[in-house]
């Protein structure tokens, strides 16, 4: 198994390689407003595919999952009208639609450097950590477990989670805190100035013991809306962004 998702690995990185090589050539993209072109599609499908494909052997989470992925802990932070994913504005990304903005760990990116200048940045991931950068779409629902608040590291609290793994089989569903939804990252959560939530490189774990970290800006209304409420957990997988979503990344963002 450790060769297989070693092969993923590189056959994910080729294909993260050609994608921004080939957007450079093309035409289409040179101007503010461009279209997702069929090459665009093209290089999003293949690394969403490989991606989808490595969450299958590699599922990085230490805590129960139900169903999904990989787990994560989550902030709040509003919206960015010049976010780190080519200067979008991170309101008007999601405005109108069903999707929700996040800013992603810094750890989650690639290669953003001890400072976190990142722009444009890529995903990375790795040992333990998931890799979600300017771009990328995961689907997945809130907890109702929010160990952040407690004051204590979530390993800590892992035989604790196993327990009440066990006694949320006969209803599922209970564990659950919103409906499903679909997040897009266009921002950064640089590690610098949120150092207790967003880890500076992959591999390393946040303050509560969590690989992984989204910074909603805004959470969805099944959950309370005062800024009392719970930093809840949330549970995901990588999917690939949803083709209206794409277009108006593309029409906004500086990246190519």
């Not at 957007?23 to 279209?35: I, P, Q, R, T």
Request: proline content about 4%.
């Amino acid at each position: 198994m450790m060769k297989s998702v070693l092969r993923l690995a590189w056959l994910l990185s080729l294909a993260k390689a050609d994608i921004p090589s080939a957007l450079a050539k093309d035409a289409e993209c040179h101007s503010g407003e461009c279209a997702l072109n069929a090459l665009q599609r093209k290089g999003q499908a293949t690394y969403e595919h490989l991606a989808a494909l490595e969450d299958e052997e590699a599922s990085n989470s230490s805590f129960p999952t139900y169903g999904y992925h990989h787990w994560s802990t989550t902030t709040m932070y509003g919206d960015a009208p010049r976010a780190a994913c080519g200067g979008i504005d991170t309101g008007r990304l999601v405005s109108g639609t069903p999707y929700h903005n996040v800013a992603s760990a810094q750890s989650m990116w690639l290669n953003c450097g001890g400072t976190g200048s990142c722009w444009c940045g890529k995903s990375g991931g790795g040992d333990g950590t998931t890799g979600l950068g300017c771009i990328s779409c995961a689907k997945g629902r809130f907890l109702r477990s929010a160990y952040g608040k407690r004051g204590k590291a979530l390993y800590a609290l892992q035989e604790e989670a196993e327990t009440e793994l066990e006694a949320d089989k006969a209803d599922e569903t209970d564990v659950f805190a919103s409906e499903e939804l679909i997040v897009v990252v266009g921002d950064l959560c640089p590690s610098a100035g949120n150092e207790d939530w967003c880890p500076p490189r992959r591999g390393q774990r946040n303050a509560y013991g969590s690989f992984n970290h989204l910074d909603f800006s805004h959470y969805p209304k099944s959950i309370p809306h005062h800024h009392s409420i719970p930093n809840l957990n949330f549970v995901f997988s990588r999917i690939e962004c949803p083709h209206d979503l794409q277009q108006r990344y593309w029409s906004m963002s500086q990246c190519r």
